[in-house]
């Protein structure tokens, strides 16, 4: 059975850096959109940041400039860099792939941003 496993997340200092990956542990085919999304405590899931097969990009206002979105479509992995970062990003960060007959999703992987 397929399934997406992050890693790279961790407690960091403010204004400091990670790099969160996701890897799939079986084989995935025709994968679209590879995505971020996080959840912070006492709110909604929200998406981070989305790339396309093609390498289009889109980022989440608050995070734009700040975080890169990547992907190795050899690999079937995802990247996010995260850089500068602040105590606001301290979430449950989450992958996603979307493919043509499913979508799959990490367990998440939790980012503490110290003060």
């Known amino acids: 059975q397929v399934q997406l496993v992050e890693s790279g997340g961790g407690l960091v200092q403010a204004g400091g850096s990670l790099r969160l990956s996701c890897a799939a542990s079986?084989?995935?085919?025709?994968?679209?959109?590879m995505g971020w999304y996080r959840q912070a405590p006492g709110k909604q899931r929200e998406t981070v940041a989305l790339?396309?097969?093609?390498?289009?990009?889109n980022y989440a206002v608050s995070v734009k400039g700040r975080f890169t979105i990547s992907r190795d479509n050899a690999k079937n992995t995802l990247s996010l860099q995260m850089n500068s970062l602040k105590p606001e990003d301290t979430a449950v960060y989450y992958c996603?792939?979307?493919?043509?007959?499913?979508?799959?999703w990490g367990q998440g992987t939790q980012v503490t941003v110290s003060s």
């Open positions: 790339i396309t097969k093609g390498g289009i990009t």
């Open positions: 079986g084989n995935i085919f025709s994968i679209d959109v």
């Open positions: 996603k792939y979307t493919s043509r007959v499913r979508d799959y």
